[in-house]
């Protein structure tokens, strides 16, 4: 029986913006992001974790307009606190800039696609994650009948030889001597021709006694 079990996975994957580099300008931190973002797939869920100064730099979520002519006037959210987590909760195009004065035209700039999950790992409903179902496995062969003649004994007759359904009842041993009868017998004649010569014995006594009054 092939069991099929679904478990909640959480597919989504956490990047470092400019890795080891962070956040800064390119030519300080000897970074390209541009190439950063080419490196890798980037899917619905994805979590882009900027790393910077704060004294120095912050983050700007821009529109893809503001971010090709570097405009900071109107951000749709800016980011400040040194370690920004921002969530690609959005299928679509991701734009970010730092809005220190020069910083955006030096390089300081993030452009980001983010696409859809795989249909096989889509989140469901109730907004968990599923693995794909795996390939049906072929079940067991099953064996053929013997070819040889020889009978096949059905599984409903085959028995444990402990069983107390086809285990034989033993009569109780006979523990009586089997020439029983024969001293019972011959032990009565005994007895009965005792009796009669003491009979015999008893009234010869008596004829003595008269012969002698």
Not at 35 to 53: H, I, M, P, R
Not at 154 to 171: D, G, L
Request: hydrophobic share 35%.
């Amino acid at each position: 029986m092939l069991l099929t079990v679904w478990l909640p996975v959480s597919w989504c994957a956490q990047h470092t913006v400019g890795r080891s580099a962070g956040w800064t300008i390119p030519a300080v931190g000897n970074v390209n992001y541009s190439t950063w973002a080419a490196a890798f797939t980037l899917s619905q869920g994805d979590v882009l974790v900027f790393k910077y100064d704060a004294t120095l730099h912050d983050v700007l979520q821009v529109s893809e307009g503001d971010y090709d002519t570097c405009n900071t006037s109107q951000p749709s959210a800016v980011y400040n606190n040194g370690e920004t987590f921002v969530s690609l909760n959005q299928v679509g195009t991701w734009c970010f800039i730092c809005g220190v004065p020069g910083h955006c035209l030096a390089g300081q700039k993030l452009k980001v696609h983010v696409g859809l999950l795989p249909p096989s790992i889509a989140p469901s409903s109730n907004g968990d994650f599923h693995s794909p179902l795996p390939s049906p496995q072929p079940s067991s062969p099953v064996s053929e009948p013997p070819t040889n003649g020889s009978p096949t004994l059905s599984p409903s007759i085959i028995k444990s030889p402990h069983s107390s359904s086809t285990s034989t009842s033993k009569a109780p041993p006979n523990n009586s001597h089997p020439n029983s009868s024969w001293t019972h017998t011959h032990c009565a004649k005994q007895l009965l021709l005792v009796t009669l010569v003491f009979a015999i014995h008893l009234t010869s006594c008596q004829f003595q006694n008269l012969a002698f009054n």
